[in-house]
């Protein structure tokens, strides 16, 4: 009997690990990364027999390494570099952010978190053992994962959750005009948002960032994962927008979850990481068959 209940209590263990589909035991080994003249301090999340690697971008906030995120991707066969954003945690450098009372969507900010992510990607490469490697990341990390895979041969994939596609001036009119209400949608319109976000006065002057200048040269299978209920970035001029880019003959998907808001990768709802999960292993398994060619 006590076989038994030893056995049924694996069983649960291995279940309980989210969706992973088996025991996959993953190495962590803490990294510095060197960008920019400071040190960024990260993590780097191994699995054995790893199929794909990707660098974990942070959305706006003071963010630290995304630990619990990587041991998920981990324990789905996909190794993973987590860092303290440039000024956070245990890393170097200067944060910028309304907390401090710094603009964190200023061009400038953006480019230097750009080429953080870039600095991981190089990283990471000494740690991939020629899986191909990929740039992950959230919200703000929509204007940042393109101007660090543009013109980087590194980069064989991207998957953003609830990443914008319009400018950072643009997002900023839509954010102010839905101002945190949760139920924005059930009192506007799709054209009431464009509108706004069209003829609206901006706030602040600073010099915006369109990431469709960077990803018109981007030629990486690319996934957005998006929530109907996004009161932070206008979703539907979003996809419209991809839509373009993809009669364009740019290798780019999108899904669209019509009970999510913002917060995609994060909700009691699994579906977008579980999808994200699986696309990354089938467009990298595309990559390694044509590569082995």
């Given at each position: 009997?006590?076989?038994?209940?030893?056995?049924?209590?694996?069983?649960?263990?291995?279940?309980?690990?989210?969706?992973?589909?088996?025991?996959?035991?993953?190495?962590?080994?803490?990294?510095?990364?060197?960008?920019?003249?400071?040190?960024?301090?990260?993590?780097?999340?191994?699995p054995?027999?790893a199929?794909?690697?990707?660098?974990?971008?942070?959305?706006?906030?003071?963010?630290?390494?995304m630990?619990?995120?990587?041991?998920?991707?981990?324990?789905?066969?996909?190794s993973?570099?987590?860092?303290?954003?440039?000024?956070?945690?245990?890393?170097?450098?200067?944060?910028?952010?309304?907390?401090?009372?710094?603009?964190?969507?200023?061009?400038?900010?953006?480019?230097?978190?750009?080429k953080d992510?870039?600095?991981?990607?190089?990283?990471?490469?000494?740690?991939?053992?020629?899986?191909?490697?990929?740039?992950?990341?959230?919200?703000?990390?929509?204007?940042?994962?393109p101007?660090?895979?543009?013109?980087?041969?590194?980069?064989?994939?991207?998957?953003?959750?609830?990443?914008?596609?319009?400018?950072?001036?643009?997002?900023?009119?839509?954010?102010?005009?839905?101002?945190?209400?949760?139920?924005?949608?059930?009192?506007?319109?799709?054209?009431?948002?464009?509108?706004?976000?069209?003829?609206?006065?901006?706030?602040?002057?600073f010099?915006?960032?369109?990431?469709?200048?960077?990803?018109?040269?981007?030629?990486?299978?690319?996934?957005?994962?998006?929530?109907?209920?996004?009161?932070?970035?206008?979703?539907?001029?979003?996809?419209?927008?991809?839509?373009?880019?993809?009669?364009?003959?740019?290798?780019?998907?999108?899904?669209?979850?019509?009970?999510?808001?913002?917060?995609?990768?994060?909700?009691?709802d699994?579906?977008?990481?579980?999808?994200?999960?699986?696309?990354?292993?089938?467009?990298?398994?595309?990559?390694?068959?044509?590569?082995?060619?």
């Amino acid at each position: 009997m006590m076989k038994v209940i030893f056995l049924l209590l694996i069983h649960t263990v291995i279940v309980n690990q989210g969706f992973a589909q088996k025991f996959n035991p993953v190495i962590k080994q803490d990294i510095i990364i060197n960008s920019e003249g400071v040190n960024l301090a990260g993590t780097i999340y191994k699995p054995k027999n790893a199929y794909a690697s990707v660098v974990v971008v942070h959305g706006s906030g003071q963010e630290t390494r995304m630990t619990e995120f990587a041991e998920l991707l981990a324990n789905n066969g996909i190794s993973v570099l987590t860092y303290d954003k440039r000024g956070v945690g245990k890393s170097g450098g200067i944060y910028a952010g309304p907390e401090v009372g710094t603009n964190n969507v200023d061009s400038l900010n953006i480019n230097l978190l750009a080429k953080d992510a870039r600095a991981a990607l190089n990283k990471i490469k000494n740690y991939s053992n020629g899986t191909p490697i990929g740039l992950l990341g959230f919200s703000q990390a929509g204007w940042i994962i393109p101007i660090a895979a543009n013109n980087n041969p590194l980069v064989n994939f991207m998957v953003l959750f609830s990443c914008p596609t319009i400018t950072s001036l643009e997002q900023l009119r839509f954010q102010f005009y839905t101002n945190g209400n949760t139920n924005f949608w059930v009192n506007h319109t799709e054209e009431d948002a464009r509108n706004h976000i069209k003829n609206d006065s901006d706030r602040y002057q600073f010099i915006s960032t369109d990431p469709k200048v960077a990803l018109r040269n981007i030629s990486a299978p690319s996934l957005w994962l998006f929530g109907e209920k996004d009161i932070q970035i206008p979703v539907k001029l979003c996809i419209e927008q991809i839509n373009t880019l993809k009669s364009e003959g740019k290798p780019f998907e999108y899904t669209l979850f019509s009970n999510l808001g913002h917060n995609t990768p994060f909700a009691d709802d699994k579906s977008p990481v579980e999808i994200a999960v699986n696309w990354i292993k089938e467009k990298t398994k595309i990559y390694t068959n044509s590569f082995k060619k």
